[in-house]
């Protein structure tokens, strides 16, 4: 069985959270480029997400303003473009994040209740 921080979800189950915990990622480490972002998400037992899945929502939080973005100058290569929560960001996490707990517990509940032997 793979450990937590090899296991691969199914791909409809990254979809909802993927975004929160992108910007969680990014609020506790920030500045991060793309790749360090898929490596914490990793690193907390999502899996591995791929850049044609982060990259698109990384535009997204630029576009609806949820990060800023900045280049800094790579120390063996060339720059890449770090991504830091902005005030809007940091609202939207909490909101966020205080609706998918409540979410969770009502999914974890209905499972309980659902699984338990009659």
């Known amino acids: 069985m793979a450990t937590p921080s090899t296991q691969e979800w199914p791909a409809q189950w990254l979809r909802g959270p993927l975004p929160l915990c992108a910007l969680e990622v990014i609020a506790r480490h ?21 850049g044609g899945t ?11 303003g949820l990060v800023s973005t900045d280049w800094v100058a790579g120390a063996n290569g060339p720059a890449r ?7 809007t960001g940091a609202q939207r996490l909490q909101t966020d994040a ?21």
């Not at 969770?104 to 309980?112: C, G, K, N, V």
């Open 30 to 50: 920030a500045p991060l480029h793309g790749y360090a972002i898929t490596q914490h998400l990793e690193e907390a037992g999502l899996g591995s997400i791929g």
């Open 54 to 64: 982060l990259y698109p929502l990384l535009g997204r939080f630029e576009r609806d």
């Open 81 to 87: 473009k770090v991504y830091v929560l902005t005030e």
């Open 98 to 118: 205080e609706r998918w707990h409540r979410f969770a517990e009502i999914t974890t509940t209905l499972l309980a209740e659902e699984g338990a032997p009659a």
